[in-house]
């Protein structure tokens, strides 16, 4: 057979023996054949082959050529022979994979061992090669060892199939993970062996360590155990300490594991002396006003690391992006260290392009007109952090982060990433009721904060009843101008039809319509005012109450009243929606001008400050502080009664029903009913609450339960019902609270403290599409 004909052969084989004695002499090759082929090329064996025709070769020659055939890995068997002048190479071909089967593995999924197997060479329609599989099975038992599974088994067996294949199964016993009995702490004399348990996320066994799997023995667990343990000594000033030793030992049954840990704590250092060195480009005694440490503290890792992160964020203000701060304690006599702060400024960055990333349905430039840090300026650690806040102000994201990147090429160029999760910014809500009062019910409001990505917040909604029409619709452009000026407009009407009804309190039809606009003050302060006009018409039901009859009477039943009003807002809250951090303050005017039929004013503040209590802003102390107050002035007494505060309900007092405090209506002598709720024109509420995460929920951004205590109430001066501390009515309970697809989801179960037999109160309370 001539070579030429070679290139249809095809085969696997493995071989460790020389020549035939037929090659024993020196011999010139004429044409070489190839036997035995079945998958592999002919190709791909004289390609490996270093022996061409023509060439004169001898018994040590074609030795080496048949190894370093061999050591393509595709053979089992190679031999070589010789028929005159023509060499013939025999190979037998490895088997390749025909299927790979697991069986028995829970802990470890059938996904990540596949790949394991791909990545050692083992697949299906590869090469065959058992020390491989071998080598792997030790592998797999190896994982789950570092688990604890220290009974693990793995068998691997390979069958035989037709057309040299072979078929792999793997057998996994994963076993049980052995418990920890017992972890014993030698050397430490300065705290006891609970104080330093405390820190391990291993633990001892129990019935409670058992259901949290804490008392199961892993490897990579027990190393940051002993992390942990380093920090807790570093921070308390033991510079010289050290694990001298950990050894985990196992009972022969492989269920029990015991843990040993030497230490040793050395002395605890105090700092003698504070030195900055370097480049300091921010003044010394400024700089060393960020460093709140004096000589005799003790020394301690964690804050020595906030200062020089405190220190290097003081320099990026300065635009030096790149600043390097590194704090070195030098130990010296008497158990004091010398800190010593090396400053590395670097050069100093401008930024060249600011970039968004994540925002799929807000344009840019929405996020653009946040931005505080400017393309071409020096990049400033502070413009970048607050133009990062500023975004996550407007509510319209889950979450923001940003990324100061190096540009290639350049060593004072920086390109500012900010990278955003768009979460639900409105809410759609559609209702279908009946009510024994009302009769059937049909509404419909949406509300959008980021109308079609652009920015502007539209609400609009319709609610229709046997009795009450009403239909309101809002728009705000929150960047009328460059400048942040912003511009809005709202109409609403109100219509209603008691005529066959008895209401206690009033009826009232009422048509409005305002014009705002918004002027920022600073980067945390707004100042808001505008005009606005209503219409409002009083109607007298079959039982209304005494109140209403008198006003009426007095005023009459339709009023036309110019407003003016203002509102000042001051805010340094982290996020727009769910905030964890800051403060808001706001203090507003609604005043019916000279010339109105009613001439009248209200005030109302609202305060609300946000604690966090841990460093990631999961356990935060929220306390909350709204008052209200209305009167007339020029020759009115009072402000009118449709203008009143009310209290009770979710977003106020809860546990009572909504809108319930305060005095009631005094009802007609024919009307026999419970009276119903009259409101008043000074209002208080007030709450504390502790946030803290959602269990078995991770996103505490969209989501987040609270422990809270209520505590309010709504006087009416003009009818004698002063403020008192007796008559607050306060409740407790927990709360929960939900951005999701269609709204602010949020419900409470609250217990009222000292509610009366007069008061209405409800303990579960619900509300979809409330702004919280």
């Known amino acids: 057979m001539r070579r030429s004909l070679l290139g249809v052969a095809v085969g696997l084989a493995v071989a460790l023996s020389g020549l035939k004695p037929a090659l024993a002499d020196q011999f010139t090759v004429a044409d070489i054949e190839v036997e035995g082929l079945q998958r592999v090329s002919a190709g791909t064996v004289f390609s490996a082959f270093p022996v061409n025709i023509g060439e004169r070769v001898d018994e040590t020659e074609l030795a080496d050529a048949i190894r370093s055939l061999f050591r393509t890995g595709l053979f089992t068997d190679i031999e070589a022979s010789r028929d005159g002048g023509v060499l013939i190479v025999t190979v037998r071909e490895r088997p390749s994979i025909s299927n790979i089967e697991i069986e028995g593995n829970k802990n470890i999924e059938t996904e990540m061992l596949m790949d394991a197997l791909a990545g050692a060479g083992l697949q299906e ?157 921010v003044d010394e005694e400024e700089l060393r006003s960020l460093i709140p440490v004096t000589e005799g503290d003790v020394f301690s890792r964690s804050r020595m690391t906030a200062i020089s992160e405190a220190l290097a964020f003081r320099l990026g203000r300065e635009g030096y992006a790149f600043a390097n701060v590194n704090a070195i304690p030098e130990p010296g006599e008497d158990n004091t260290a010398a800190v010593t702060f090396f400053v590395e400024p670097g050069k100093r960055a401008y930024v060249r392009r600011v970039n968004f990333e994540g925002n799929v349905s807000t344009r840019d430039d929405v996020l653009r007109q946040e931005m505080t840090q400017m393309e071409g300026g020096v990049a400033s650690s502070d413009r970048i952090e607050f133009s990062r806040t500023r975004l996550e102000r407007l509510g319209f994201f889950q979450a923001v982060n940003v990324d100061t990147v190096p540009v290639p090429g350049a060593d004072d160029l920086v390109d500012v990433n900010y990278s955003v999760e768009e979460q639900a910014t409105g809410s759609l809500s559609a209702s279908v009721g009946f009510s024994q009062n009302t009769g059937i019910i049909l509404g419909a409001n949406v509300s959008e904060n980021n109308f079609f990505g652009t920015g502007k917040r539209v609400s609009f909604g319709v609610n229709v009843s046997n009795y009450v029409k009403s239909a309101n619709f809002s728009y705000l452009d929150p960047y009328f101008t460059v400048d942040g000026v912003s511009r809005g407009f709202s109409l609403s009407a109100r219509q209603t039809n008691y005529e066959d009804q008895y209401i206690s309190a009033f009826l009232l039809d009422e048509y409005s319509g305002r014009v705002n606009f918004g002027y920022p003050i600073d980067n945390i302060t707004r100042l808001n005012f505008g005009t606005g006009i209503t219409q409002s018409n009083l109607k007298e039901g079959r039982y209304t109450s005494k109140e209403v009859s008198q006003f009426i009477d007095e005023e009459g039943a339709t009023f036309n009243n110019l407003f003016v009003f203002g509102n000042w807002r001051r805010s340094t809250l982290n996020r727009g929606v769910l905030p964890s951090d800051g403060y808001s303050q706001s203090l507003s005017l609604d005043l019916a001008v000279p010339g109105s039929d009613l001439t009248f004013y209200k005030l109302s503040q609202k305060t609300d400050f946000y604690y966090p209590i841990t460093d990631n802003n999961r356990w935060v102390f929220r306390t909350r502080l709204e008052l209200g107050y209305g009167d007339g002035y020029g020759n009115r007494t009072r402000m009118p009664f449709y203008e009143n505060f009310y209290t009770g309900g979710y977003g106020s007092v809860r546990g009572y029903r909504i809108n319930s405090l305060g005095l009631r209506a005094t009802n007609n002598v024919n009307d026999t009913t419970r009276p119903d709720p009259f409101g008043g024109n000074l209002l208080t509420e007030g709450s504390v609450e502790l946030i803290f995460p959602t269990p078995f929920a991770t996103d505490s951004r969209s989501m987040r339960t609270s422990l809270f205590f209520d505590a309010g109430q709504v006087f009416d001066t003009d009818r004698g019902f002063g403020p008192s501390l007796g008559e607050l009515r306060m409740s407790a309970g927990i709360g929960f609270q939900w951005i999701t697809a269609v709204g602010p989801l949020a419900f409470s179960l609250a217990q009222p403290i000292n509610a009366q037999p007069e008061d209405y109160t409800q303990v579960f309370q619900f509300s979809l599409g409330q702004t919280f």
């Open 125 to 281: 329609g590869q090469v065959f090669r058992r020390a491989t599989l071998e080598r792997l099975e030790l592998e797999i038992l190896r994982s789950y060892i570092a688990q604890g599974r220290y009974n693990a088994r793995v068998k691997a067996t390979a069958e035989e199939l037709p057309q040299n294949r072979v078929a792999i199964r793997l057998d996994i016993n994963e076993g049980s993970v052995a418990a920890i009995r017992h972890i014993n702490l030698i050397g430490n004399e300065d705290f006891s062996d609970d104080e330093l348990r405390e820190l391990f996320e291993l633990q001892t066994t129990s019935w409670w360590n058992s259901i949290t799997n804490s008392d199961k023995y892993a490897r990579e667990r027990l190393s940051g155990d002993l992390e942990s343990l380093r920090s807790f000594y570093l921070d308390r000033g033991y510079l010289d300490f050290n694990v001298e030793s950990s050894q985990v030992s196992i009972s022969p049954d492989k269920q029990k594991v015991f843990i040993a840990i030497a230490l040793n704590e050395g002395p605890q250092y105090t700092i003698s002396e504070i030195n900055l060195r370097g480049e300091l480009i």
